[in-house]
């Protein structure tokens, strides 16, 4: 990890809503934490987690929960749901995982540059996923990949078997997924359309001719 980010958390007894709703009323969200231990409720302070989560910004970052007893474990903040009104966060899940084995993760794609599709061609720049599971170390993680879009023509793209490597990650699933793309102008969709509807009686009329003569 880039910056060492730590959150306390503590043991919580009580579960349902009565009891998560008096640790909100004293300052502490509820949370969950899964994975590499056994399923653990637990509450965290809500300062502490507000600090870091602004430390962490958009970026993946793996923490250190230092729990009770002393004990350290690193998680990935998996999940965390806020209250529709006043947005505060509500729920947090953790996911617990060991330093020596490997786990999969989302992380943001940063795009960047103009593409010449877009400055020159007159194109639009679709973006088909800002995020991209990856499957590494944990000490492997990185908080984010940057893609140069700047060299895209209209009708081309790049894929996930295009995007930069870092060391120890590998992108699972199918590598010929578009995760970017550079589409033609709207007119020329448009003309595409336009031609293929007056086609269609044309053809439809040639199929009837060819049916009479028979």
């Given amino acids: 990890m880039k910056n060492k980010l730590t959150l306390s958390v503590k043991d919580r007894a009580g579960v349902g809503r009565g009891p998560a709703r ?31 989560l602004r430390a962490k910004g958009s ?5 250190e929960l230092q729990l009770e007893g002393g004990v350290t474990t690193l998680a990935l903040i998996r999940d965390f749901q806020r209250d529709p009104i006043s947005l505060d966060i509500v729920h947090l899940d953790l996911l617990s995982v060991a330093p020596d084995s490997e ?25 088909v996923f800002h995020e991209i599971v990856v499957r590494c170390l944990p000490k492997n993680l990185p908080g984010s990949i940057t893609v140069d879009v700047s060299g895209l023509h209209i009708n081309q793209s790049i894929h996930v078997v295009d995007l930069p490597k870092p060391e120890g990650v590998v992108y699972p699933g199918n590598p010929n997924r578009a995760v970017v793309v550079c589409s033609a102008p709207d007119e020329e969709k448009s003309e595409s359309t336009a031609a293929a509807t007056a086609a269609a009686p044309a053809a439809e009329a040639t199929k009837k001719s060819d049916a009479a003569k028979k």
Wanted: no cysteine.
């Fill in 59 to 63: 970026e993946a970052a793996l923490v």
């Fill in 22 to 52: 008096r640790l909100r009323y004293s300052g502490l969200i509820p949370g969950i934490i899964y994975g590499k231990i056994d399923k653990k409720p637990v509450s965290v302070d809500a300062v502490e987690l507000r600090t870091l």
């Fill in 103 to 127: 786990m999969t993760a989302s992380i943001p794609i940063h795009f960047v540059g103009e593409p010449v599709g877009v400055k020159i061609e007159n194109g639009t720049l679709d973006i």
